[in-house]
Every structure is written in structure tokens, then in C-alpha cells.
């Protein structure tokens, strides 16, 4: 017999009528749900927290691994996950990496229009090397990222630097530990 009838009779009713106890229905439907939403609230913490840690796990190996599989880069927009924001400047997988062997002209504030269009092509060049095919990042010295939290890296290919390259085609500077004027 289902708990919600009852066999009692009710004011109003002959006797032996079964009632049915909407109330007593209800709280049962509410108790169902409620454990419901915290059964998906629990898993979704579980899930969310799962895909973090394995979300930062690879962004952290993807920054400090030696070979790269091969990727495409393209000049950054909105999403920044494998891109080009500018002639020293790439994210990596989710990872912002700034190439620590070079200087390149600024295109988000430059000091003249020759600044800008020189980093243009910086940044242009710099999409195409890295298109080229597979490459290693090596840590230089003994500092792991700079002050805006880029991982501080020198970007290798067949034994050369790809920041060398930009060099000799006049397109950065080797760093020497300071910014210096491109007008």
C-alpha cells in the first residue's frame, strides 16, 4: 500500500475512502530534488576541479618542455591559446611566453610610426618561423618568467635561436637587459 494514502477516514468522506496526502507527496518531491541538484553540484565540483588540475598541469609542462609538437600560429586576437602578439612575444598553449634573447619595436605603444611598422613585421616574420616547423624552448639564466608573469624563454631551432634570425634580418635586437629607443 503506498504511504501517501491513507485508511483513516476523513471529515467529509464515507467510511473506508482511501485519501490521498498531496502534502505529504510534495515533501517527498522536494527531498528528490534537492538531493538531485547536490548530487550534480557535487559532480560538477569534481569535474571542474579534475579539468583544472589537469588544465594547469599541462600549461605549466607546456612552458618548460624541451621539443614542441608542431602548432599554428597565427597573429593573436581576442583568444590568446597559440598565437603571436608581437616580435618578442608568443602564448604557447594557454602559456604567455616573452623570447628572452631579443628586443623587438612595440606595436601596442610606439614611439613613431617607424616602431610600428618595423614590429608589424616583427610579429609577421615571427608567425612565419614559428610555421616552420618543430622547435625548442630553452630557459636562459636564472629567472623563469618576468615581471608581467611571461615565461621568460629562448625559442631554438637546428641549433639556432629564432631571435637570432629576427636579428640578422634587422627585425629585434639582442637584449641586453634593457629597452632602448626604436625612433
Same mark, same amino acid.
Given at each position: 500500500m503506498n504511504k501517501n494514502f491513507s485508511d483513516e477516514a476523513q471529515p467529509g468522506t464515507s467510511d473506508g475512502a482511501k485519501v490521498f496526502d498531496f502534502r505529504e507527496e510534495i515533501r517527498r518531491q522536494k527531498r528528490k530534488r534537492v538531493w538531485t541538484v547536490s548530487m550534480l553540484a557535487a559532480g560538477g565540483m569534481?569535474?571542474? /576541479?579534475?579539468?583544472?588540475i589537469a588544465g594547469i598541469n599541462r600549461s605549466s609542462f607546456a612552458a618548460s618542455t624541451? *621539443? /614542441?609538437?608542431?602548432? /599554428?600560429?597565427?597573429?593573436?586576437? @581576442?583568444?590568446?591559446?597559440?598565437c603571436v602578439v608581437d616580435g618578442d612575444t608568443i602564448w604557447l598553449e594557454g602559456v604567455k611566453i616573452r +623570447?628572452?634573447? +631579443?628586443? /623587438?619595436p612595440e606595436i601596442s605603444q610606439p614611439q613613431c610610426d617607424a616602431e610600428y611598422a618595423l614590429g608589424i613585421r616583427a610579429r609577421?616574420? @615571427?608567425?612565419? @618561423?614559428?610555421?616552420q616547423g618543430e622547435f625548442s624552448l630553452a630557459a636562459i639564466g636564472n629567472r623563469d *618568467?618576468?615581471?608581467?608573469?611571461?615565461?621568460?624563454?629562448v625559442i631554438m631551432r637546428g641549433g639556432r635561436s629564432l631571435g637570432d634570425q629576427l636579428v640578422s634580418e634587422g627585425l629585434a635586437r639582442t637584449w641586453t637587459g634593457r629597452r632602448e629607443p626604436w625612433c
Open positions: 569534481l569535474l571542474g /576541479t579534475a579539468i583544472g624541451q *621539443e /614542441t609538437p608542431r602548432h /599554428t600560429f597565427a597573429v593573436c586576437g @581576442l583568444v590568446r591559446r597559440t +623570447i628572452a634573447d +631579443i628586443d /623587438t609577421d616574420r @615571427l608567425v612565419v @618561423l614559428l610555421n *618568467e618576468d615581471q608581467y608573469g611571461r615565461k621568460l624563454r
